[in-house]
């Protein structure tokens, strides 16, 4: 609907308005421009949030680290890819790149799963996991043509592309090896803070986002996002300049670290949250305790336009489902 359609509808509003709120076409009332104009700002407004800018979620989780001795980056994409769809997003809405499958390395004790806990009380590789790009796959350059959807549409199924628009929130999760705005791909290549800010760039231009939530779990994680520059993109990285991003603990029977401490203490806050949750964004970064994490956690607001307190987690981590309901007539 164009915009000259959309104030002729609204103006018949007004006066359908105008009308059942009494007022006598024989009698001299005079509508004034302010007065419309303030009615048709308001029903716009309630139009707006009646509808919502905000549509669909999406999720595009990426653990960029090879190697046996990395378990841990691959439980860190893993645990929020069950917390994702724990929360209502579906692999529909889901990419998930994992540049190597430490369930099947031969080193791998307990074969064909991946823990984040040493209890190993919950096998993150189950059956029901859907990787869209793994191993080799795992580039920069795909990485990159994901996000602004130049990948060859002819030979590449709808699953394996970030279908967004300009009403879809998308959670960005990065975790692998890194340094002062760098992040390392299959420990041969780089992916740089200015390459996401330009591929952010143009999903901006292109209509490919309303919010990104960028989150990053790397050593000088926050560097990643220092060259920003993008609308309605809010970022968080697990440690500042100069520092590193540690893990949490190991698994003697497994033989490596399995979780890094700041996704270990994100989960630890994103477990006590439902798809009707009220927790925020703020709460969340509250949450962040540099003596836990043993890093500063980082946060970057001055591009993202809403208050936190009224950025529900699920904004991000949870399904969005537009719903209509149709009240029956009692009349009839």
């Known amino acids: 609907m164009n915009e000259l359609l959309k104030i002729l509808v609204l103006a018949f509003a007004a006066c359908l308005a105008l009308l059942s709120a009494g007022v006598n076409a024989r009698e001299q009332t ?27 979620n999406w999720a595009v989780l990426v653990s960029t680290s090879r190697f046996w001795f990395n378990y841990r980056h691959l439980a860190n994409a893993l645990s929020m890819y069950r917390t994702v769809k724990r929360l209502g997003i579906p692999d529909s809405q889901i990419i998930l790149m994992l540049a190597d499958d430490v ?24 059956n029901n996991i859907e990787v869209d790009y793994r191993g080799y796959e795992v580039t920069v350059d795909t990485f990159l043509r994901v996000l602004t959807d130049k990948i060859d549409r002819t030979t590449t199924p709808r699953s394996k592309r970030l279908l967004t628009d300009e009403h879809s929130n998308i959670f960005i999760y990065l975790t692998g090896h890194g340094g002062n705005e760098f992040l390392k791909f299959q420990d ?27 989150m990053i779990d790397t050593c000088q994680a926050n560097t990643m996002y220092s060259k920003f520059y993008s609308p309605n993109v809010l970022a968080v990285g697990s440690s500042e300049l100069d520092e590193s991003s540690y893990s949490h603990h190991a698994d003697s029977d497994v033989g490596v670290a399995v979780i ?3 996704t270990y203490y994100n989960l630890e806050f994103l477990e006590k949250v439902d798809k009707g949750s009220e927790l925020t964004m703020k709460d969340l970064f ?28 699920t904004d991000f981590f949870g399904n969005v489902q537009a719903v209509e309901i149709d009240e029956d007539d009692d009349d009839q």
């Open 188 to 214: 041969a290549e780089e992916v740089s803070a200015f390459d996401l800010a330009d591929a952010f760039a143009q999903m901006w231009e292109t209509k490919r986002y309303h919010e990104i939530l960028f």
């Open 260 to 262: 890094d401490r700041f």
């Open 30 to 56: 005079v509508l004034d421009d302010a007065t419309l104009k303030q009615f048709l700002s308001d029903q716009l407004g309630a139009r707006e949030g009646a509808t919502g800018k905000h549509a669909n």
């Open 103 to 126: 369930a099947c390395n031969p080193r791998n004790a307990f074969p064909g799963t991946v823990y984040n806990n040493a209890d190993r009380a919950l096998d993150l590789y189950s």
């Open 286 to 313: 509250e949450s962040y305790d540099p003596v836990k994490i043993h890093s500063h956690a980082g946060v970057r607001t001055d591009l993202y336009k809403r208050n936190l307190s009224d950025v529900r987690i």
